[in-house]
Every structure is written in structure tokens, then in C-alpha cells.
């Protein structure tokens, strides 16, 4: 996983509440075994929509997500994640995410930035009137500034230490294997395993 | 210090526990499937690792998988099913494929081997892996890097979840099921009120539920947000368990007893956030909108998007309403459907093949109407074959398919057109989930049933059904299923 400090890209609105993962990313489009080329189905029944905000030239090039409360929720499909990553974003700012997709975000590099919903309304205004413009997310000051606007976000001490370190979950975990060797001595006899005798 | 249960569980998994850091948990169980496995074993592949417990990993082809005989058309869909099923191999990872007597939906596969028990930790490459909570484990799903984080350590680092618990007291009248109790939460708390928490469901309507109908429950708690739903294991939780073929024998299942009596909440026991419902006061219910928290009583109609007064909300259900098809004041008993999907890891299990098998029985599927009834699993399949359930759907006009997710998300061929519209006993409402442009309404069981019947959104007190017909559908919708049933 790439470290993660400040960011600074397009910021595109996207003025939706409960934008849930089938949304993101249909199940159709989730047949791939690899973690690329998820970016053909992001989105893609609103992208039928010419008036989508993605399908502006301007949002082009957009890596910062500015959405309303309650992102991600639904499937736990992490190809959701990919499918934003692949097509460049690299911030999602809402009120609100759903836990399995901010987890999934935390280990993908995606930061999900939790800014109060009078920021969000804030920065979607700015946007609308400056469409294009270019928002900066700052994980080391945990701020995101649009404008004028500097909006603070929150983010767990865990997530942010690892996203700023770019830290392996796994290699972290295998550091404490004797640890989870004892744990697994003191099981209980009677727990199931999937092999039958 | 008194505990809920769900801090008992988590309790007694931490592995490691440091100031600044997730807790490091162990995972007793871990189920894969085809969608969200292969980039994680491919990480494995890159990373030189083994799967550390292939013991405790189970793996089954659901999502993918046709439900009229034959084998994968699409090739897309093939090669994901390849994949797993060379994954399993190489990696030593126990696989149900398509075709065995164990396969099915991996929700469904889990409880009926016998697997799912009570104190375990449970996760899945999938956001339903709660319904393992209705035997008191603590179950949640998973993004495809965890999956790879368990298969390599058999571990996951998380931060605690807070609880909640949902409290639904008095008894459920007659023809309310699981299904509108779980709706009618969902309603009530939104799909983000459950957001951060694990749900302990609790109360006199609970405690009377039978293992398939808590399983309900417990498996649409992501719908409103929560990563777990739970109900503390009692003796209708240990006759479902007992001789089933992974459950404890002889010394170690009074062992097991033992332990899993001591499953739950203290009673000076505090939770983060309480909610209460009233059983008496619930009747069947129906999604009008595109999230499941947008759903009314049956008698209820389509609401005015200018009747919410949250702005969000507002817009939330103008645009549900668009998408739908639907317009405000509707009587939800006047919608008219195209067809009627049975099935999924939320309503795909015998006792809800009987329970909608009792309300169709001597009629016949509405002209312009497909029901669609696909078992959870071969096993609950063969079971409603043993009963004869085949025979009364096929009868009525129904079509009798193969074990799988099917239509509860379209992954196989089982999809709806665009603007065609459903009742579904599936657990997402959400924009084109069952095929694109497809509109859905969740519903029971037996709200489908009646459904199919009529044509439009209906209970089973809608139709011209003798009484001790009805009475028989009810029953077998909140029936224990027979202890040493393999369903």
C-alpha cells in the first residue's frame, strides 16, 4: 500500500445519500478475479444518465468524492473500493460511512473523510460554483480545504497511523504470530472444525 | 463487571490487546465464496503464504451458480467458479461445488452442517454473514482484504463494536413473520442507525422464534447498518444444533452446553443504545422504496416524499419514487407485480418453503405473474422434495429451481428486465440489484406467496384460503423445524 500524507486532485459533488455498493459498483461487474479494471462498472447505471456528474468533462479527472451521508452501505463487495481507486479517486468525504466499506477503504489506501454534513453542504456549493476546482485532503492536520473552506475530518488514530506509514495489515498481524499460536492452544476442545473425521 | 453478550464473545477471542491498537481477534470460522476470494488468495500466491486453519475454512459456490440444471454459461462467471475451485485445491480449503449434496448458499450451508454455534466468531466475504448471529455467535462480514488477513492468520484486528439492543416485547399476532419484524426495525432505526453497533435482538417475540426465522432476523441487521445481529443461544438453539453433522458429540457436547448456557446478556448489563418494538402492534410489511429502511404495513400507501421532514430524506424518496414507478397515495395493496422471487440466505430455508408452500397450495400463480422458489441449499431442496413442496409450487404454476443467491442479486441468469417489478424474500431493495432497471419490494414469505396468487401486493388473509389452510401457513412459518431435520 502506497503512504498516504496530503492529497490534492479535482473534488467532484455527488449529491446523493445512501449511496450503497450496488451503486458503486453493480454485481454484474463483479465476476473479475483481479483487483484492476473495476472503473467500466463504477457507477455505471447513473452514468447512463448524461446529467451524472461524472460524465462531465470537467469531473474528469476528479480524485476527491464529496457525497452525502450514509456512503457506502450494503454488499461488502471491496471491489467497490477498487472500482473508485481504479478511475483515480483516492478521498471519499461524507458525513457517514458504512463500516465494512470504510474498512475495506482503510486497507485499499482509499482515505474515507468524515467532514460534519454542514461541511459537506459547504464544499458542494463551492464545487457547484467552481466546477473543477481542485480540493486538498491533509491526513497529517486531518483537514480538507476547498477554497476558503477549511473543513476538519475525522478518521481513526489507527487507520491514519497506517495510512500514513502505508502499512501491510497482514505483516502487522504476523509480527504477534506466537501470540495467536497460544490463543489457538487454548481453544476450547469442542469447537467445530470444517474437515469431518 | 457484568457484560453483554456480544462483549462475552468478543471477550473471549482477543488474542492480543494493546493501548492504541485494534484489538487482534481469533476467527473460529471462516466461509468463502467465489466473488470476494480470489484477490485474496491471490495475495497469498504473491506473498508465499498459506492459509493457516484450512480447518476452519469452508468454502461453497453460491453466488454465480445457474438454478436451472446445466452448467455455467457465462464465461465470465465460469472462470470465477474455476478460480475457487482451484484456490480450494491448491490452498487445501474444503469446497461445496455446485452439484454436491453440501452445496448452497453459504449462510444456509453453515447453520444446517451444524457448523455455526454458539460463542463463535464468524466472518464471510459477505455483508449477511450476520444471519450466523441467531445462534449467538459473533458474525459479521468482511471486504476481500480481510479475507485475505484471516486466511493468512486466522485473525482480524478490529475495534470493538458498541451494542444495541432491540427490544420486540409481547407475541407476534398470527401471519407476522420474522421478515416484518426485522422491516419494521429497519424502519424504525434507518439504514444507519445500526451504523458502528452490534445488534442483540431480545424479547418475548424472539425468544419464540425458531432457529430459521432468527436467522432471518439476525441476516438483514446490515441493512440497517449494523456489522451483527444476535440472540442469545437457548434450548430451541441447542435442539437445531444437536446431531447435526458437525455438532459436538457425547462429553464434549455437554461441554459445549455448558459454556453456551452462560451465553448471554447480564441482566444489570448496559447497552450503548436501546430500541424498543411492540410485537402486538406488528403486522406484514413491505418496502416501497429503493432501501430497505423505506417499507410500511402492508395497509399502509406509497408516502409523499414531502411528508419526511429530513431534507435527505426527502430527495431519498423522490427519487425512489422515480425509480419505482410509483406514485405518492398508492395503496400498497394495488401494486402490481411481474414476479415473485422465494428464496436467498434470508427467506431460503425449509420453513420458509413451507410456510410459502401453505399459502399457495390449491391456487394458482396470477396470469402474467413467474414465481421464482429457489432452495437455500441442496439439502433444504431435497427436504422440500421429501415433503412434497415441489409439487405444490409446480402445481400452482411456479417454477422449482436449483439451490443458489439467484435473483436476490443477478449474479446468474435469474434476473429481472428493466422496469419489471418484484416481490422478493430477499434482503436488498436496492437500485437495479435484481437486474437493471428491475424495481423490488421486500417482502415474507408468505406476503410473496400471496402475492404470486393475486397479483398484487397482498397477505395471505387476502385471498379466499380456507381457514385451516391459513392457520397451517402460519404455523409453519413460526414452527420449530424438527430437531434432527437436515434442513
Not at chain 2, 490452498?91 to 444446517?112: E, K
Request: negative net charge; contains cysteine.
Amino acid at each position: 500500500m502506497d503512504a498516504f500524507t496530503t492529497h490534492t486532485g479535482v473534488g467532484v459533488p455527488l449529491r446523493r445519500s445512501n449511496v450503497d455498493t450496488d451503486q458503486i459498483i453493480p454485481a454484474e461487474y463483479l465476476k473479475r478475479v483481479t483487483r484492476t479494471g473495476f472503473e467500466d462498472g463504477l457507477f455505471a447505471a447513473w452514468r447512463k444518465d448524461e446529467s451524472f456528474v461524472l460524465n462531465s468533462p470537467v469531473y474528469a479527472g476528479g480524485s476527491v468524492l464529496v457525497a452525502g451521508p450514509d456512503f457506502g452501505t450494503g454488499s461488502s463487495r471491496e471491489h467497490a473500493v477498487w472500482a473508485l481507486m481504479n478511475w483515480g479517486f483516492r478521498v471519499v468525504i461524507s458525513s457517514r460511512f458504512a463500516d465494512i466499506f470504510r474498512g475495506n477503504s482503510g486497507k485499499q489506501g482509499l482515505l474515507t473523510a468524515i467532514v460534519s454534513q454542514d461541511d459537506v453542504e459547504l464544499i458542494w456549493k463551492y464545487l457547484e460554483n467552481n466546477p473543477g476546482a481542485e480540493i486538498t485532503v491533509d491526513l497529517v492536520s486531518r483537514t480538507v480545504h476547498a477554497g476558503e473552506i477549511v473543513a476538519p475530518f475525522e478518521i481513526d488514530d489507527y487507520t491514519r497511523w497506517r495510512l500514513l506509514e502505508g502499512l501491510d495489515d497482514i505483516g502487522l498481524t504476523l509480527r504477534h504470530e506466537d501470540e495467536v499460536t497460544k490463543f489457538e492452544a487454548s481453544r476450547p476442545a469442542h469447537k467445530p472444525v470444517t474437515t469431518l473425521a | 463487571m457484568a457484560g453483554t453478550l456480544a462483549e462475552k464473545v468478543w471477550d473471549a477471542h482477543v488474542v492480543r490487546r494493546a493501548e492504541g491498537e485494534p484489538d487482534l481477534l481469533y476467527i473460529d470460522l471462516h466461509l468463502l465464496h467465489e466473488v470476494t476470494s480470489p484477490q485474496a488468495f491471490d495475495g497469498l500466491r504473491l506473498a508465499g503464504r498459506p492459509v493457516r486453519r484450512p480447518d476452519l475454512t469452508l468454502a461453497t459456490e453460491d453466488h454465480n451458480v445457474p438454478t436451472t440444471p446445466g452448467p455455467i454459461t457465462d464465461p465470465v462467471s465460469k472462470v470465477q467458479v474455476e478460480t475457487l475451485r482451484r484456490n480450494c485445491e491448491e490452498f487445501g480449503v474444503r469446497l461445496y461445488p455446485m452439484g454436491d449434496a453440501d452445496q448452497g448458499i453459504v449462510h444456509v450451508v453453515g447453520p444446517q452442517l451444524g457448523l455455526t454455534q454458539p460463542g463463535m466468531t464468524v466472518v464471510c466475504g459477505d455483508s449477511h454473514t450476520s444471519t450466523h448471529g441467531a445462534f449467538g455467535a459473533l458474525a459479521f462480514g468482511i471486504g476481500t482484504s480481510e479475507v485475505e488477513h484471516v486466511l493468512a492468520t486466522q485473525t482480524l484486528p478490529l475495534k470493538p463494536f458498541r451494542t444495541l439492543a432491540v427490544n420486540v416485547r409481547g407475541a407476534l399476532p398470527d401471519g407476522v413473520t420474522a421478515k416484518d419484524v426485522v422491516l419494521a426495525v429497519i424502519a424504525k432505526i434507518g439504514t444507519g442507525g445500526g451504523q458502528g453497533y452490534v445488534i442483540e435482538y431480545r424479547g418475548e417475540a424472539i425468544e419464540a422464534l425458531s432457529m430459521e426465522a432468527r436467522m432471518t432476523v439476525c441476516n438483514m441487521s446490515i441493512e440497517a447498518g449494523a456489522r451483527a445481529g444476535m440472540i442469545a443461544p437457548d434450548q430451541t438453539t441447542f435442539d437445531y444444533l444437536q446431531g447435526r453433522p458437525h455438532a459436538p458429540t457425547g462429553a464434549d457436547w455437554d461441554a459445549a452446553v455448558a459454556d453456551w448456557t452462560a451465553l448471554r446478556s447480564d441482566d444489570d448489563a448496559v447497552f450503548d443504545a436501546e430500541v424498543d418494538l411492540d410485537a402486538t402492534e406488528l403486522t406484514p410489511f413491505v418496502t416501497w422504496g429503493t432501501n430497505p429502511g423505506q417499507g410500511l404495513p402492508l395497509s399502509d400507501s406509497v408516502p409523499d416524499p414531502e411528508s419526511f421532514a429530513d431534507e435527505s430524506d426527502r430527495v431519498a424518496a423522490a427519487n425512489a419514487l422515480a425509480y419505482m414507478g410509483l406514485e405518492a397515495g398508492t395503496p400498497l395493496r394495488d401494486i402490481k407485480v411481474d414476479t415473485v422471487f422465494v428464496g436467498s440466505c434470508t427467506n431460503g430455508r425449509i420453513e420458509d418453503l413451507r410456510a410459502a408452500a401453505a399459502v399457495v397450495k390449491g391456487h394458482q400463480v396470477a396470469d402474467g405473474v413467474r414465481m421464482l422458489v429457489v432452495p437455500g441449499s441442496a439439502k433444504v431442496r431435497l427436504q422440500a422434495e421429501a415433503e412434497g413442496l415441489d409439487a405444490v409450487f409446480t402445481e400452482a404454476g411456479a417454477e422449482w429451481r436449483l439451490p443458489g443467491c439467484s435473483m436476490c442479486l443477478g449474479m446468474n441468469p435469474d434476473t429481472l428486465s428493466p422496469g419489471e417489478r418484484s416481490a422478493s424474500t430477499s434482503n436488498r431493495n436496492f437500485e437495479g440489484r435484481q437486474g437493471k432497471g428491475g424495481r423490488t419490494h421486500l417482502v415474507s414469505p408468505l406476503v410473496a406467496a400471496a402475492t404470486a396468487i393475486r397479483g398484487t401486493l397482498s397477505s395471505p388473509s387476502d385471498l379466499d384460503t380456507p381457514a385451516g389452510e391459513l392457520a397451517s401457513a402460519t404455523a409453519a412459518a413460526s414452527a420449530t423445524t424438527a430437531t434432527t431435520g437436515e434442513a
